[in-house]
């Protein structure tokens, strides 16, 4: 089969490696900046976001099935102009993926549908802003609004500092922001698969950040069989619902950035692709055929195809390590998956505990010196 994958982004990447290991026959294209071809894919001179060129490149290359992983592709409409021409496509259609991009239209859905988030407002104007915060109940959290470039939140504790924040999203040229509750609970990241009809989860994570690293466990210890249908039912089909009145099925990757408190599922963010280096830590668990389960939601028979998403019983520990505070590092490929970007090694194991897959990271990981400051 002929694949194009839109995205110079570490998850194309690592889609095209898994994609070959599980179908060595594959012919795999890959819009990068690499401009260069290897064993694994075929690297094509077209930009992710110049849509008319990849159309024209799906038609004269024959290619069968295209996967966006580029959220400029997405908003820039690649699956709309694909499906106007009967290219068969993963990806969201650019105006059912804004529920994404912009965590102002994010709260106000989540607030029509009435699923749990925190309490929030919304804000267009700085002095306003800042009232609300004085009057407001600390910790709070402070976003920006358009995530397709940058994705700022953070949490302040007093108003001075809070006060500060807020005027330094308006200087960046943020037209608004959104001030949120602060909830004292973890973040857990949950992702689901949908062919705009079903939607089956793939995994759950939750990361831990120190001076040198941060990491990713999954999946979460937090999330049973019930939390996942808990959300089915309050989040992922009363959205997918929605989406249908204004636009045309969601088909791709649902995910949702939440806190649980006293049994009760908060949604903070939603997301149309494995966010940073999540999509390692699928990768490494998943039992199934990465081509094909993506290929019959694209088709719209996920169902049909499968009852659910086959992952192994085992555990996931990835560590992201900024390469300026680790030198020699060498690593059996056997034992690890392994990958990098211009900043980062990624690293994950696997194994039947959590404890015993981070104990095989972190003793080869002993063998190699941590620069300190």
Known sequence: MKIL????????????????MQNTDADIYLTSDEHSSNEVYTSINIKENDIASLVDFVKYNAIEFTIASSKLAIINGIADEFKKEGFLIFAPLSESSRITYFNSVIKKILYKL??????FGIFDR????????????????IKNDFTLITNESYKFTGFQSAKLGIQKLFEDNNEKIIIENCIDAPYIYIYFLTDGYNAFPLISLEREINDNYYQLTAPSSKISEDTYISILRQAVYPLLDDISKFSDIYTGILGFKIQIKNDKIYVLEIYNKFENYDSQAFISLLDDNILDILYSAANGDLEKKYGYINLSDNYSYTKVINKS????????????IESEDKENYIITSTASTLNQAKEKLNEYLEEFKFETE
Do not use: H, Q, S, W
């Open 325 to 336: 505070k680790i030198t020699n590092l060498d690593l059996p490929d056997d034992m690890f």
């Open 114 to 119: 009435k699923i749990p988030t925190p309490k």
């Open 5 to 20: 994958i839109v995205g110079n982004n570490l998850n194309a990447l690592l889609l095209a490696n898994c994609i070959k």
């Open 126 to 141: 700085e002095n306003l802003a800042v009232e609300y915060a004085r009057n407001t109940t600390f910790p709070i959290i």
